[in-house]
């Protein structure tokens, strides 16, 4: 089996993107910019395509290297992971152990505090209703599988986007709802600063009617409930801005407003 780290860029004015992410296999590179040039070149002795677009959206972005993809395993990336020597092989080495697997879940854990991400413990199956933890930085997906159930990520979601985030739920959300068997494993392959963000600007009113539109997405017939218990799960988490109950009723919209919409 053969690799490929997909990066979502933006801005790059040279290549040493690549030593500070420690890249040490195959690559695509998409940097979104202001033109439109393509590169290839050998770097540590592997191939890296570097693409560069006058376009903006971390959907598309993560489209256009998926779409380039040739490789039978390819690892999404961002570009504030930093990874450990041997992730290759850590890769390629779970998927020889899970040979059924068509996406395998990896802890790439945040060195910023405030924004931990959900460590895993155990090795096992990611099922829908757990589905939603991981972001796309930490996925590793089957190439063909993929492409063969046609699934990309949406074009609606995501920094860039109309709404705020979410394309990396509503990702393995599909591949699970489409029957593709999804893993978790505790193996560490990196880690990311998430020293900022291009989507989170606080608990306004747009971040409720961007996370109901998300589970509009998610589930026609359940986006309600969805969103009920996510503002009362979390309503303390944000009750110095907002009331939980106005807040229910901002997801509210953004389910209506997904639903104009698809």
């Not at 699934?151 to 489409?178: N, R």
């Amino acid at each position: 089996m053969d690799l490929q780290v997909l990066i979502s860029t933006m801005n790059q004015t040279d290549y040493s993107l690549l030593e500070k992410m420690n890249i040490n296999s195959n690559a695509i590179v998409i940097n979104q910019c202001e033109k439109n040039e393509y590169t290839e070149f050998l770097y540590k002795g592997n191939r890296i395509h570097f693409m560069s677009f006058a376009e903006r959206g971390v959907g598309l972005s993560r489209n256009t290297a998926l779409m380039r993809s040739t490789a039978d395993i390819c690892l999404i990336a961002d570009d504030d992971v930093t990874y450990v020597d041997n992730y290759k092989a850590l890769v390629l080495d779970t998927f020889a152990e899970f040979p059924d697997a068509d996406m395998i879940v990896f802890n790439v854990p945040s060195t910023n505090p405030e924004r931990a991400s959900k460590e895993i413990e155990r090795k096992g199956r990611v099922k829908w209703y757990n589905s939603l933890k991981y972001g796309a930085c930490r996925m590793a997906i089957r190439t063909e599988s993929f492409k063969r159930e046609n699934i990309y990520f949406s074009l609606l979601f995501g920094g860039g986007a109309k709404y705020g985030s979410g394309e990396d739920s509503l990702f393995i959300f599909d591949a699970i709802k489409k029957g593709l068997k999804v893993y978790a494993t505790p193996t560490k392959l990196g880690v990311v600063s998430q020293e900022g963000s291009t989507w989170f600007e606080g608990y306004t009113n747009k971040y409720f009617i961007d996370k109901g539109a998300l589970y509009g997405c998610l589930s026609k017939r359940w986006a309600s409930l969805l969103s009920l218990q996510f503002v009362f799960r979390h309503r303390k988490m944000f009750s110095k801005d907002i009331k939980w109950q106005d807040a229910y009723k901002l997801m509210i919209q953004g389910i209506k407003e997904i639903r104009q919409i698809n």
